[in-house]
């Protein structure tokens, strides 16, 4: 998996209850675009996160 700073991110919800979760990538601390990353969600909280199989990558347009 590969990012970069200023991608939005999707983690779906794991039940029928749970809401998906949204946000932008801050800081990408693997190499080459590699996890962990960063993650500014949409409400406001930050974490550290180790994409797993419910995380996904929307690439914005670089410049």
């Known amino acids: 998996m590969e990012a970069q700073l200023g991608d939005r991110i999707v983690i779906r919800g794991r039940t029928v209850e749970s809401a998906d979760r949204h946000g ?5 601390r693997g190499t ?4 962990p990353y960063v ?4 409400n406001g909280s930050e974490a550290v996160v180790q994409p797993g ?3 996904t990558v929307e ?3 670089h410049v």
Do not use: L, W
Request: net charge negative; proline share 11%; charged share 35%.
């Open 59 to 61: 690439h914005r347009e």
């Open 39 to 42: 993650i500014r969600f949409d």
């Open 32 to 35: 080459a675009g590699g996890p």
């Open 53 to 55: 199989p419910d995380f």
């Open 24 to 28: 932008e990538i801050i800081e990408v």
